[in-house]
């Protein structure tokens, strides 16, 4: 079955057709990467509109829908199946539209009614296929061969914005796209400070964090190791060393079939049972795929029928921060499978110290 196929049969009574130009979504329902084009999909089958920019990629990498370069404009021939199918409503994803483009939308076909789909795609895009699982394996590869990389190179004289490009730059050398977010590297006192930002001072001694992923064929990746510029004192390897015990729990409590707010408790009673109440302050995970941050999430905030299945592929990356000092956390992404859990991320996590 086709991705337009599993999206026609999930989309919901009353609604004829959908339309969308969200880059994403497009790449997710054709499995052809483009920064522009139109989708419009009635109960019927799929079409792409790609221009002559893409038509011809377009046309040996769709999959599931029929190619068309417009003529004129692509509302012409969208009016055309609205006829034919004697389409009445279309349906719009509310969270990537903008008001104006829905007006906008509106006034150039005013004869149909414009409803959101809701969280349809979502949940479509929630469990990974064998090709979606294939891509974010091989970005996670990367990701860890550049981990590997870098870590070799890291010297007290580099800045964390050196390090941070040092990252980048062999992800792309590796085969990346481009990162799947900005690039984290903050070290010393910067480190207590979980989304800090790479400054161009030279790396402090203590902690240095570097929370980073890549893009491979349109999915991402997403890791965080935390390493030591000089010797931890012996707080910071039992702060070192809680977390890491802690993501080590969270994993083995992620098997298919448990409450998400379960896993995220698992990890963060043993944080806060060892003294450190308080110091993680984000919750334990986000499911990754197209992009970075995607449902379910380990969240103590977690709804009850947030369940974990069976092409679930979620971060888990407790932290502590002790502000104004220092902070650690480690990240893996994890699979999960009909067999159980699998950790898909694979650069060490005992302490380096460098």
């Known amino acids: 079955m086709t ?150 190179l890291i010297t007290p004289e580099m800045t964390e914005i050196e390090v941070a490009a040092e990252l980048e730059y062999r992800m792309k050398r590796l085969g990346a796209t481009c990162p799947s977010f900005e690039t984290i590297a903050v070290s010393g006192t910067n480190s207590s400070r979980p989304h800090g930002v790479p400054c161009g001072e030279k790396l402090q001694k203590g902690f240095l964090t570097m929370d980073f992923g890549c893009v491979y064929n349109g999915y991402c990746s997403d890791m965080t190791r935390t390493v030591c510029i000089g010797n931890p004192t012996d707080e910071m390897k039992d702060v070192y060393n809680t977390v890491l015990k802690a993501q080590l729990a969270g994993i083995a409590a992620a098997v298919a079939g448990v409450r998400c707010s379960f896993v995220d408790k698992t990890a963060r009673d043993i944080i806060d049972n060892a003294g450190y109440r308080g110091t ?22 977690a709804p009850d029928d947030m369940i974990l299945g069976v092409g679930h592929v979620v971060t888990v990356e407790p932290g502590i921060y002790l502000k104004g000092r220092f902070g650690v956390r480690i990240e893996d992404m994890i699979q999960v499978t009909k067999e159980g859990t699998v950790d898909i991320t694979h650069s060490p996590k005992e302490l380096i110290i460098i």
Do not use: W
Not at 33 to 38: E, L, N, S
Not at 144 to 150: P, V
Not at 280 to 301: D, N, Q, T
């Open 3 to 152: 991705r337009i196929e599993k999206f026609i049969a999930a989309m919901p009574e009353g609604i004829d057709a959908f339309i969308t130009t969200d880059e994403k979504t497009r790449l997710y329902l054709t499995k052809f990467p483009a920064t522009d084009g139109t989708v419009f999909v009635t109960r019927r089958g799929g079409t792409l509109y790609a221009d002559f920019r893409y038509i011809e990629a377009a046309e040996k990498q769709a999959v599931g829908v029929k190619v068309v370069m417009p003529s004129g404009r692509v509302s012409t021939e969208i009016k055309a199946i609205i006829v034919d199918e004697n389409v009445k409503t279309v349906a719009f994803e509310q969270n990537k539209l903008t008001v104006a483009d829905l007006d906008r939308l509106k006034s150039v076909y005013p004869e149909v009614t414009f409803v959101p789909i809701g969280n349809v795609i979502t949940k479509l895009c929630e469990y990974k296929d064998d090709e979606e699982l294939a891509a974010i394996r091989a970005a996670q590869d990367i990701t860890d061969k550049a981990f590997a990389e870098t870590v070799a």
């Open 280 to 301: 993680f302050g984000h919750s334990l995970g986000h499911g990754v795929g197209l992009y970075i941050h995607e449902e379910p999430r380990f969240s103590s905030a």
